[in-house]
């Protein structure tokens, strides 16, 4: 079970590699969002994930790789390999 400081820590990760917590897991929420309802700058996102393999993954990522980098890398190690849901917009990333 992730304790409160990995958190943190996945914080100062995202920040490393210029990006916040919260704008990498909108955008990667955004993937998925349908194109008329994408999760706009200050929108709540809620999404659960594992913060251990998180921080891994966020971790491995060099400095300023920005926030692509970490959806891409998100989605190559943590995505199921279904077909993306219909209406499914390209989010901000255009992915």
Same mark, same amino acid.
């Given at each position: ?5 990995? @958190? +943190?820590?996945?914080? &100062? =990760?995202?920040?490393?590699? %210029?990006?916040?917590? @919260? =704008?990498? !897991?909108r ?10 309802? #994408?999760? +706009?700058? %200050? =929108?709540? /996102?809620?999404?659960? !994930?594992?913060?251990i393999?998180t921080?891994?993954?966020?971790? &491995?990522? *060099?400095? %300023?790789? %920005? /926030? #692509? +980098?970490?959806? =891409?890398?998100?989605?190559?190690e943590?995505? &199921?390999?279904? *077909?993306?849901p *219909?209406?499914?917009? *390209?989010? +901000?990333?255009?992915?």
């Amino acid at each position: 079970m992730p304790r409160q400081d990995d @958190y +943190a820590v996945l914080e &100062s =990760e995202f920040r490393r590699i %210029g990006t916040s917590g @919260y =704008e990498a !897991f909108r955008q990667l929420s955004n993937l998925n969002a349908p194109k008329d309802h #994408q999760i +706009a700058d %200050g =929108e709540s /996102v809620n999404i659960s !994930f594992d913060v251990i393999k998180t921080l891994r993954l966020v971790r &491995s990522l *060099p400095d %300023g790789a %920005g /926030v #692509q +980098a970490f959806v =891409e890398g998100f989605v190559k190690e943590f995505a &199921s390999r279904r *077909p993306r849901p *219909p209406g499914a917009g *390209p989010g +901000a990333l255009g992915a």
